[in-house]
């Protein structure tokens, strides 16, 4: 499977009256974007804004974000099972806008009222301390605020929220159709050199299989009580994971990050060099019985086994016991003589000083911190707000006090912030011990 | 952590969880396998009667730890076999 990703880069996005792209500038139909998003009903309003890295801007109501790619090649099209049909992804040529994102807003009130399901959504400073927290802040953004109709149930909201997203992302990354993009990366792994080890990558899944939408799908089925599996880092990159548009949280890696996965481009770039990259494979995890968390980790080790990996680099997403899952796994891949690699953040509490994990193993001997999730963050005054909601909620629950988006916040966690967390690695980080 | 803070307060403490080997690493006194995280104390997928046997199996098991002088962390397993 061979895939030629063709990168035209954005360093300025214009709101206009036609599509273009010239020398790093995008200009953008706006009014086109509104009428596209807008057949869907179930969509009162639409706006669109642009923000920029320095800005004094906090943008509100985020459910996801999104990199504009085409597929100018090969099968399929980009968010297979989502925006067309269930057709494999990977091969062909695929064009994408870098350096910019479509930042999806909407308004809108759960009808869960309490639990793990209960809708939430992130925000976004774009300069100062909260800019430093997310990897998002660097982009140059165009929001695309939704102001959805009352009542519609979680599952609904989400499907409205994701279609007009990815609809507004694609249209965008049409521009480049025909144009000659500034470097194209080849993403093929059929070449190996036999002397170098096969390292292979395991990417560790919290999916919540109560709720109507599990959190992560894959060509658009919400993934639930799976076993393991093996899918291709090339898939990745053409959008065949999504995420829950309705619960967009600082430690669950979004639409964007999974297209730009650090960990799948990094095995990637070294491929042929200092390893054989032996492909992905997907574990759910959070099982809730020990039992269930044991065998997950051993039929995830087994697998790799069986793809002859020498060594796992194994990473995650979520938080909470289903780190137990991940744990197991790094043991149960060891035992089989298999080195495994951890990359995870860090909890540590306010000042740093707490139990940075939740679970440990002794086989666990090589692990990369991504950071704290708990240090507390100060945020400075706005001196614009730019998405749906002009008060937030801090904490998600129903009747949860409100503040002014515009005001000084002082968050104790990094959750609210998309992109908060970099879990996988994104942040070019360093650490210091004391 | 609660139950770290009871037995330093001199209650005896057992704790049922589905997460037993996690309460062993923090290190809980004494611990009874649970069912299931969601519901540690029994099994709504069981036929009721079949339930309340389990239910109380965890209930006496924990009573039975309760009264047991424990060193170290220790799990108790409720006799009955708990559902995966």
Same mark, same amino acid.
């Given at each position: 499977?061979?895939?030629?990703?063709?990168?035209?880069?954005?360093?300025?996005?214009?709101?206009?009256?036609?599509?273009?792209?010239?020398?790093?500038?995008?200009?953008?139909?706006?009014?086109?974007?509104?009428?596209?998003?807008?057949?869907?009903?179930?969509?009162?309003?639409?706006?669109?804004?642009?923000?920029?890295?320095?800005?004094?801007?906090?943008?509100?109501?985020?459910?996801?974000?999104?990199?504009?790619?085409?597929?100018?090649?090969?099968?399929?099209?980009?968010?297979?099972?989502?925006?067309?049909?269930?057709?494999?992804?990977?091969?062909?040529?695929?064009?994408?806008?870098?350096?910019?994102?479509?930042?999806?807003?909407?308004?809108?009130?759960?009808?869960?009222?309490?639990?793990?399901?209960?809708?939430?959504?992130?925000?976004?400073?774009?300069?100062?301390?909260?800019?430093?927290?997310?990897?998002?802040?660097?982009?140059?953004?165009?929001?695309?605020?939704?102001?959805?109709?009352?009542?519609?149930?979680?599952?609904?909201?989400?499907?409205?929220?994701?279609?007009?997203?990815?609809?507004?992302?694609?249209?965008?990354?049409?521009?480049?159709?025909?144009?000659?993009?500034?470097?194209?990366?080849?993403?093929?792994?059929?070449?190996?050199?036999?002397?170098?080890?096969?390292?292979?990558?395991?990417?560790?899944?919290?999916?919540?299989?109560?709720?109507?939408?599990?959190?992560?799908?894959?060509?658009?089925?919400?993934?639930?009580?799976?076993?393991?599996?093996?899918?291709?880092?090339?898939?990745?990159?053409?959008?065949?994971?999504?995420?829950?548009?309705?619960?967009?949280?600082?430690?669950?890696?979004?639409?964007?990050?999974?297209?730009?996965?650090?960990?799948?481009?990094?095995?990637?770039?070294?491929?042929?060099?200092?390893?054989?990259?032996?492909?992905?494979?997907?574990?759910?995890?959070?099982?809730?019985?020990?039992?269930?968390?044991?065998?997950?980790?051993?039929?995830?080790?087994?697998?790799?086994?069986?793809?002859?990996?020498?060594?796992?680099?194994?990473?995650?997403?979520?938080?909470?016991?289903?780190?137990?899952?991940?744990?197991?796994?790094?043991?149960?891949?060891?035992?089989?003589?298999?080195?495994?690699?951890?990359?995870?953040?860090?909890?540590?509490?306010?000042?740093?000083?707490?139990?940075?994990?939740?679970?440990?193993?002794?086989?666990?001997?090589?692990?990369?911190?991504?950071?704290?999730?708990?240090?507390?963050?100060?945020?400075?005054?706005?001196?614009?707000?730019?998405?749906?909601?002009?008060?937030?909620?801090?904490?998600?629950?129903?009747?949860?006090?409100?503040?002014?988006?515009?005001?000084?916040?002082?968050?104790?966690?990094?959750?609210?912030?998309?992109?908060?967390?970099?879990?996988?690695?994104?942040?070019?980080?360093?650490?210091?011990?004391? | 952590?609660?139950?770290? #803070?009871?037995?330093? @307060?001199?209650?005896? $403490?057992?704790?049922? *969880?589905?997460?037993? &080997?996690?309460? #062993?690493?923090?290190? @809980?006194?004494?611990? $009874?396998?649970?069912? *299931?995280?969601?519901? &540690?104390?029994?099994?709504?997928?069981?036929?009721?009667?079949?339930?309340?046997?389990?239910?109380?199996?965890?209930?006496?098991?924990?009573?039975?730890?309760?009264?047991?002088?424990?060193?170290?962390?220790?799990?108790?397993?409720?006799?009955?076999?708990?559902?995966?």
């Amino acid at each position: 499977m061979r895939l030629e990703m063709a990168e035209f880069p954005v360093t300025d996005i214009r709101l206009g009256s036609a599509f273009r792209y010239y020398s790093g500038k995008l200009e953008v139909d706006g009014e086109e974007l509104k009428n596209l998003v807008l057949q869907d009903k179930r969509i009162e309003e639409a706006w669109l804004e642009v923000v920029v890295s320095g800005e004094k801007v906090r943008v509100t109501g985020i459910r996801d974000v999104v990199e504009p790619r085409v597929k100018v090649d090969g099968k399929g099209q980009v968010f297979p099972g989502i925006l067309g049909p269930v057709a494999p992804v990977g091969e062909g040529r695929t064009h994408r806008l870098s350096g910019m994102a479509v930042v999806v807003a909407a308004e809108y009130e759960g009808t869960i009222r309490a639990g793990l399901g209960v809708q939430r959504s992130a925000i976004l400073d774009m300069w100062g301390p909260g800019a430093e927290a997310s990897r998002f802040s660097s982009l140059v953004g165009l929001v695309l605020s939704l102001r959805l109709v009352q009542g519609l149930s979680e599952l609904e909201a989400h499907t409205v929220i994701q279609q007009a997203e990815f609809q507004v992302a694609k249209r965008l990354a049409e521009v480049t159709v025909g144009l000659k993009p500034k470097r194209v990366e080849t993403f093929d792994l059929t070449k190996v050199k036999p002397k170098l080890p096969r390292v292979l990558f395991i990417q560790g899944c919290l999916t919540d299989s109560h709720h109507v939408h599990s959190g992560v799908s894959y060509y658009g089925l919400p993934i639930r009580d799976s076993l393991a599996t093996v899918v291709h880092p090339n898939e990745f990159f053409d959008g065949a994971f999504a995420i829950n548009t309705t619960r967009c949280i600082g430690y669950f890696p979004i639409t964007w990050d999974w297209q730009n996965h650090p960990l799948v481009l990094g095995l990637y770039r070294e491929h042929g060099k200092r390893l054989n990259f032996a492909g992905v494979i997907l574990e759910r995890i959070r099982f809730e019985t020990f039992q269930g968390k044991e065998v997950i980790a051993q039929n995830t080790a087994q697998l790799a086994s069986n793809l002859g990996a020498d060594a796992a680099l194994v990473t995650w997403l979520g938080s909470g016991n289903a780190f137990v899952d991940v744990m197991l796994t790094v043991q149960a891949c060891e035992r089989r003589g298999i080195k495994t690699a951890l990359v995870t953040y860090e909890y540590g509490g306010k000042e740093g000083i707490d139990s940075p994990l939740l679970y440990y193993v002794p086989e666990a001997d090589a692990v990369v911190s991504t950071g704290s999730r708990d240090r507390w963050i100060d945020l400075p005054p706005a001196e614009k707000v730019v998405g749906p909601y002009k008060e937030i909620k801090i904490l998600s629950y129903p009747g949860a006090p409100v503040a002014s988006a515009r005001g000084s916040l002082t968050l104790d966690a990094r959750d609210m912030i998309v992109g908060g967390v970099d879990n996988w690695g994104r942040q070019s980080w360093a650490c210091r011990a004391y | 952590m609660i139950t770290k #803070e009871l037995d330093r @307060a001199g209650f005896p $403490v057992a704790l049922i *969880s589905a997460m037993y &080997p996690v309460a #062993e690493q923090v290190g @809980a006194s004494r611990i $009874v396998k649970g069912v *299931s995280i969601p519901h &540690p104390c029994g099994d709504p997928s069981l036929p009721a009667e079949i339930d309340a046997q389990l239910r109380q199996e965890i209930v006496e098991t924990a009573l039975k730890a309760l009264q047991s002088e424990v060193k170290a962390p220790t799990v108790f397993l409720p006799h009955m076999a708990v559902s995966a």
